[in-house]
């Protein structure tokens, strides 16, 4: 018996010893399993970056939403893990600041991925393995050496090994459609809230290709003939095109069914996606246009711009937006859309090649009042723009007549100049580490006092737990050669104590003369602890980027609001009701009377006022019923037992977003519940005034309720 006790001893000695060596080498013995669980994972052969994921804004309004559930975007690895796992050698930067916009898309993808595009955790997992393995080749392009092959094997064995970790490790983390029993039966649904462990809806992937079918919702002018000046439009997309339905809405029709508008098949020279709404302005009024920046593919960055002004448009304009991928032999001796003003089809490259933009993604340019008949967007080019070697971002300002009637409009990349940026005399101008300016999208400021919107974007570097570097890029125009137009930095500026939980960011008084970064997250992860609202207030723009940028201290005293995490699972959406002043509408589900379907949607608002200043409290809003906001759940509810109809509300309430948008043009706010279920019908739930307040006579879910 003494032998086996030595026996057993010893086995058990040398398994804890093969677990610490293992634990203690996890940089090579992780990666031997990775290379062979991973071995066959497909690498992408071009030299693109991935997409940058974020908020994608459903109407042309100054309005942000907040994704990410107030949890930060990180690569999440403890200390400890990273230090094991991804030991920094040869002077290589921390796995966390290498792979964070792979990190950023994968959180998001975690949170939202599987209400907003029905994706998996494995769906999400393999995305941010593509991602990584997009970053290695700009990660590793300017490290020393020549055997690129090597270099980036190193890298691409650092992205199997952290695909590896979150398939293994990354389930507690994924947030379903519907958390598991276990999960409820914690109490976790009362300590975090109904969504505290569920998906909910945010719109953060421009090019959603693993998707079969996903809905996306955009507020714009109503087609003509339509009651209204707004209408509500749900564009549901398949790899293959997408329908166009339609919701009017008004104070006083509060209800309107979702009708089939237009069925816009796919170009197959095209990924398929969903458009953005920009305003301009045409015979002296304000119009809306959707506008698609559609890209050839994933692997390059060609594409094309398609837009359509939905109130002007008719079906033919429409259909024209399916001919724009016929050629002229195609077409025949007419072209039926030609002549057309209501659609643009253009190119933005220049004449080497003319549909190369050079990016991957546009933003709306917000702020002074847009030129009549011109569609204005920006976008941060993912390649560069100089043809000497260079390695430096730049930017485009991309200006689209629509009145032009021209296939190729030429947009000259404008180059980035700053103390990242720098251009010595006689030397080409270099930045390094240039794939860490794409982690998150620009935001676009207005100055009062400036004519161009100014492009403003953070980027981390080795500090990147705890400061962001701002870059504010401006225009310098040159009157009489526009083709000169460049970049000039109009004043870079540190951002201290921001720390990766503080992400996304969105901006307060964009069109102001006081302009801010604002943070709003939790204060732990539970849920149930305060949210906080922290500021780094930006100082005056400056003709040049000279001397030490400034570093600005985050203000955690202006807004210090009293309300509990539990608001940010769906995310806010921050409306401009002023040049410095801010509207947050917030939303949550919660338990209702059985009658009532036995839950509803509760609504809330905090105001943000001059100086960053907010009420303690918040505005407290209706409850919806989710009976009202989904009278039927399936297309057959009468044979349908209880509890399933009240899981199905639940999940279609998790799978549709709250909107908001001045329907009426009366400085009145409607809040829209775009409408689920068989048939779906928008609905609109509340009127809000701008200073946060529900106005009582017209919070219609009262009424609807009594109905």
Known sequence: MRRVYLLMATIGFLVCLAVSAIFIRMDVFGRLLADKVLANAAMPTEKEMPPTSGQIPFSSADIQIIGGRGEGLSCSLPRLLADLAFPQREGREAIGLQMRQACATHDYCYRHGAATYGYTQADCDFLLQEHAFRLCYFIERREPGSDMEAKQSKCIRDARLV????????????????????ALSEGLENKAGLDGRASTYFEFDPYPVRSLSYAVYRIADAPHGRQGLKALYKFSMRPSGMFVSVATISKDAKFGALEL????????????????VIATTHRGNKEDWFVWWQRRGLSETGGRILAIAPRRATKEDWNC?????????MLGNSDPCGARSTIAIVEVGDAGRPDDGGFSQIVAAHGAQPVPDTL?????????????????????????????????QPQEPLRVTDQLAKEPPGQKQEEDYVYRNYVSAPLVFQ???ERDPLMTWARRDKDYESKAFVRRIGIARKTARPKNDTGRSRGSVWLADIQENDEPLFALGRTGERQSLVAIRKSDYTGMGR????????????????????LIAANTAACQPKFEGTWLARPPIVVSVGSDEALVLLSRIVAAKEENGGYGLELATLKIGTNGRCSESLFSGPMIPSVTLIPNATKDDHNRPQPLLKQKRLELLRQTPTLVDDLEGDNTLEVIFP????????IMIARVSKDGVFVPEQVVAESMIQK
């Open 531 to 550: 949210v906080e609202i922290r500021q780094w207030r930006l100082p005056g723009l400056r003709d040049d980027d000279s001397g030490e940028a400034p």
């Open 376 to 408: 204005h967007l920006m976008a941060l080019q993912t390649n560069s723009c100089l043809g000497n070697g260079a390695n430096t971002p730049c930017f485009r300002d991309i200006l689209i007549s629509t009145a032009l009637r021209r296939k190729h």
């Open 163 to 182: 695909t590896l970790g979150v398939r293994a490790g990354g389930s507690d983390s994924f947030r379903p459609l519907n958390p598991d029993v276990d």
């Open 675 to 682: 409408g689920a279920g068989s048939p779906p019908t928008a």
């Open 447 to 449: 100055s009062p006092l």
């Open 261 to 276: 508008h237009v069925k816009l098949p796919g170009d197959p020279s095209y990924i398929v996606n969903a458009p953005i």
């Open 321 to 329: 937006l399916y001919l724009a991928g016929m050629t002229d032999a």
